[in-house]
């Protein structure tokens, strides 16, 4: 199975930028959609970015289209979110996870539909 771990949370003010990474230990990497996923204080985990296998495709949850974005690097085993505009409301748990189907030519918007997840990484922004 895949191993996950994500870096990069931490504080920061609203409007400013942060960087999440996720580093996957395993071969079948590469063979796999990637998804962003968050679970803000009092709320359910919720879907907010995906990649295909390839990188050649991505979907946000409205709330991030333009301030976030999602990438890959398959030779590196990661993938990486970039936040920019963050807001109070982006406060968060943020999880990296993987989607198992081999090649995968569509994204995943739930959380069920995820089979590996790192631990999370805890992402507060102050207003």
């Given amino acids: 199975q895949v191993q996950l771990v994500e870096s990069g949370g931490g504080l920061v003010q609203a409007g400013g930028s942060l960087r999440l990474s996720c580093a996957a230990s395993g071969r079948t990497f590469s063979r796999y959609a990637m998804g962003w996923l968050r679970q803000a204080p009092g709320h359910e985990r919720d879907f907010v970015a995906a990649i295909t296998w390839s990188g050649r495709r991505t979907y946000y949850t409205d709330s991030v289209k333009g301030r976030f974005t999602i990438s890959r690097d398959n030779a590196k085993n990661t993938v990486g979110l970039q936040?920019?505009?963050?807001?109070?409301?982006?406060?968060?748990?943020?999880?990296?996870?993987?989607?198992?189907?081999?090649?995968?030519?569509?994204l995943q918007y739930t959380v069920d539909a995820y089979d590996y997840w790192g631990q999370g990484t805890q992402v507060t922004v102050s207003s």
Avoid: E, F
């Fill in 83 to 106: 936040m920019n505009s963050l807001k109070p409301d982006d406060t968060a748990v943020y999880y990296c996870a993987a989607d198992s189907t081999d090649y995968s030519t569509s």
